[in-house]
T-cell receptor, first 108, second 114 residues
Framework: KNEVEQSPQNLTAQEGEFITINCSYS?????LHWLQQHPGGGIVSLFM???GKKKHGRLIATINIQEKHSSLHITASHPRDSAVYIC??????????FGKGTRLHILP | KAGVTQTPRYLIKTRGQQVTLSCSPI?????VSWYQQTPGQGLQFLFE???????NKGNFPGRFSGRQFSNSRSEMNVSTLELGDSALYLC?????????????FGQGTRLTVV
């Protein structure tokens, strides 16, 4: 079993829909990262959080430390949001463990 | 502020050759980590350098090595290339070690071994 599990693996939605991507982890963490990877390969760090909730534009990330679960939400989704979203857990010993990613495709 | 710069962006090598990839971190960042991304395995941690010393290492064979220079730039070397080494190699920089410090990623180097 992977230490960081994401769901769904693939998600296709219509423009404007509310998107939720989930991440569950089994390791103890000091921080959880949400990353976005576009088809060209470059990765952008969206959020790093260790508790509560963070919001940046149409993106919202939440984490529940007790349940070892985090969610990434996208409101009013747009085709340019199409990318792979990766959850990564930082256990605190300097390594980062990555989920397999969620491939999101927003249709116009 | 310039981001993390990786060179080259694309590379094609033949089996048995060796390759060196470069990563220039964000100015002021002293930690550089390297990751391999393949379709089957996803992103996997290779190693992390801080102040010219390797501080952590993932589960990769000895053909994968790296180093960090005094200006924090890092290089990753893969010797005796195998077809399975074809992957996107990403580096990330942080101000210093510790898991709760945000990492910034480069665009990656896509290596194809033929």
């Amino acid at each position: 079993k992977n230490e960081v599990e994401q769901s769904p693996q693939n998600l296709t939605a219509q423009e404007g829909e509310f998107i939720t991507i989930n991440c569950s982890y089994s390791v103890g963490i000091s921080a959880l990262h949400w990353l976005q990877q576009h088809p060209g390969g470059g990765i952008v760090s969206l959020f790093m959080l260790s508790s509560g909730k963070k919001k940046h534009g149409r993106l919202i990330a939440t984490i529940n430390i007790q349940e070892k679960h985090s969610s990434l939400h996208i409101t009013a989704s747009h085709p340019r949001d199409s990318a792979v979203y990766i959850c990564a857990a930082g256990p605190g010993d300097d390594k980062i463990i990555f989920g397999k990613g969620t491939r999101l495709h927003i249709l116009p | 502020k310039a981001g993390v710069t990786q060179t080259p962006r694309y590379l094609i090598k033949t089996r048995g050759q060796q390759v060196t990839l470069s990563c220039s971190p964000i100015s002021g960042h002293r930690s550089v980590s390297w990751y391999q991304q393949t379709p089957g395995q996803g992103l996997q941690f290779l190693f992390e350098y801080f102040s010219e010393t390797q501080r952590n290492k993932g589960n990769f064979p000895g053909r994968f090595s790296g180093r960090q220079f005094s200006n924090s730039r890092s290089e990753m070397n893969v010797s005796t290339l195998e077809l399975g080494d074809s992957a996107l190699y990403l580096c990330a920089s942080r101000t210093h070690l510790q898991g709760h410090i945000e990492a910034f990623f480069g665009q990656g180097t896509r290596l194809t071994v033929v």
